[in-house]
């Protein structure tokens, strides 16, 4: 019987596998290629050394409880009230991870009249919340302005009533290109609506003092925009900046928040100190720009493709288990760096994502673009 019950399951797997698509956990190896820790921050003294001070002055490891009952520490709200001044936002909610951010954002702000419009390479967990609303949603063409105001007036001609919420990323996880956030901040404008602006990628490398792309953008009163913790911050969680009346009516109904354990104060103390890091040491965002920009030239220079400009560097080679072999030849030689396939990036652009950290070099950077370049020549037909 127990056959029976797993044999679909198998055959899921089987299928997988043969599209050269079934993934299984790796442990970190080789120089990082990989992670998204921009700034170096993951392993910092400073870091360290907050989570050690604020153990000695009591904090607990747990919450122990959701932020409506016991759970809610005061290095909870001490981090809410910094990243809120910090960003120029008028309040911030601390959430365990991004994707539970946007899964309640979308989920309970977007009312059953409203419209939902996203960029088509949009996080998979806007996809998660948007399932979870009541709210019509539609995907339009990747950064492409005229779509989503196309999009808004079809859904207003055909009697829509409510408000639009627009979705993007300022800086997109697996292509590195930016957002138009200037002309759909004033299409938002236009149409009474939302910009909501994930910040992921962006958040502690670009814009005025780290703060992202949205730094002009943050406070108005229609713009929603998400840090993420676990990525330049060097820690985890997201920070969710919106106006105080849509906040509260997270903390109110969205279900992802009332129900969930709090992230561990913990965690809240050592992201204060990343916020503080970054104001205290913008050496770090320079060295990073340096390399950036020294990676981009490098990248077009030896394998003759154009950089993105950001970090997010990607090499598309569309096989699936092509892209698979020459991640696993770059692996054998020392170098960090994954394949990304389907579902996670579109049908035919599989790809190797290589990030950008000062956890690296310059040689470094210069040796594993000439291994690479060698790894594609060599899998050509």
Known sequence: MTLDLLERYERTLAGLERKGRRRALASQHGVDFTSNDYLALAGSPRLKAAISAAVERGVPVGAGGSRLLRGNHPEHEALELEAAAFFGAERALFFGSGYAANSALFSTLPQRDDIIVHDALIHASVHEGIVASKTQAVSV????????????????GAGGTGHPWIAVESLYSMDGDRAPLVELSALAERHDGFLV?????ATGVFGLGGRG?????????NIVVLHTCGKALGVSGALLGANAILCDYLVNRAR?????TAPSPLTAAAVREALTILADEPQRRAAFDEL????????ATTLGMAGSGSQILPVMIGDNAKAVRIAARLSAEGFDIRAIRPPTVPEGTARLRIAITLNVGRSVVAEMLASLKIAIMEEQP
């Open 141 to 156: 063409p990747h950064n492409d302005v005229d779509a989503f105001a196309d999009a808004i007036r079809k859904w207003r």
């Open 197 to 201: 602006i994930d910040e992921a990628h």
């Open 213 to 221: 792309f949205s730094a002009s953008l943050e406070g108005r009163d």
């Open 256 to 260: 992802g928040f009332i129900y969930s």
């Open 292 to 299: 950036r920009t020294f990676a981009n030239e490098a990248f």
